[in-house]
């Protein structure tokens, strides 16, 4: 049940983040983890079912990545191996300028990030049911993943949607220093730490581009 301990919860957290967002906006967050925790009973979406760690790895964790992603002012987002929806149905609700393409090739999660789409309004948000090598779409500027793949895969996974000038954002915990030894001659790598409110773990965004 998410009720108004895990609303407190977040606007706390948020705080923290220095994210001043709207009431309906909170709402919509919250709506979003009532789905999950709703359809995880049939699907399996994820391993977290306490409400109060839902806010904290669901919702703060994706949002914690927000700030220094939107610096990078994307126009067109493709998230990786979207799972249950983090970051991308976060991203989507507290922007809505952003057209975002969720990609798993789990048809009972992407029946789910489909569902969600619809509930909570998110127009401006394309489900893909599919593996990321089938996928054509046009190019993407930013490219993100949580739990897709080692750093290396990521890359040569997704390397032909990346538009020109574009970027790859990696969510991880620990510092993945031997992934990034691994990555392609051609990729610059930057480690961007993260502080999420209420999570007691490492977390970063490993930044890669292809060399100029």
């Known amino acids: 049940m998410i009720g108004q ?3 407190t919860q977040l606007r706390e957290g948020l705080q923290s983040l ?5 009431d309906s906006i909170v709402a919509r967050l919250l709506a ?13 979406l994820t391993a977290i079912t306490e409400p109060e760690r839902m806010v904290s790895h669901h919702l703060l964790d994706s949002l914690a990545a927000l700030r220094p992603i939107a610096g990078r002012q994307p126009q ?15 991203f989507a609700i ?9 990609l798993d090739s789990n048809h009972k999660k992407t029946a789910f990030l489909q569902q969600a789409v619809i509930e909570l309004g998110l127009r401006q948000v394309s489900v893909v049911c599919d593996r990321v090598e089938n996928v054509t779409a046009a190019p993407y500027d930013l490219i993100t993943s949580r739990a897709f793949a080692d750093l290396a895969d990521f890359v040569r996974l997704t390397r032909p949607l990346l538009a020109q000038g574009g970027s790859w954002a990696a969510l991880k915990g620990v510092q993945p220093f031997e992934e990034i030894a691994a990555l392609p001659a ?3 790598s930057r480690i961007e730490p993260l502080t999420v409110p209420g999570l ?3 977390r970063c965004i490993v930044w890669m581009e292809p060399k100029a």
Do not use: C, F, H, M
Request: aromatic share 8%; proline share 6%.
């Open 186 to 188: 051609d990729i610059v």
């Open 76 to 90: 067109r987002l493709l998230d990786v191996g979207s799972g249950g929806g983090q970051p991308g149905i976060p």
């Open 200 to 202: 007691g773990a490492e």
């Open 94 to 102: 507290v922007q809505p300028d952003w057209q975002i393409t969720l």
């Open 5 to 7: 301990q895990q609303e």
């Open 32 to 44: 979003y983890l009532a789905l999950l925790l709703k359809w995880n009973k049939t699907y399996s």
């Open 18 to 22: 220095g994210l001043a967002l709207d």
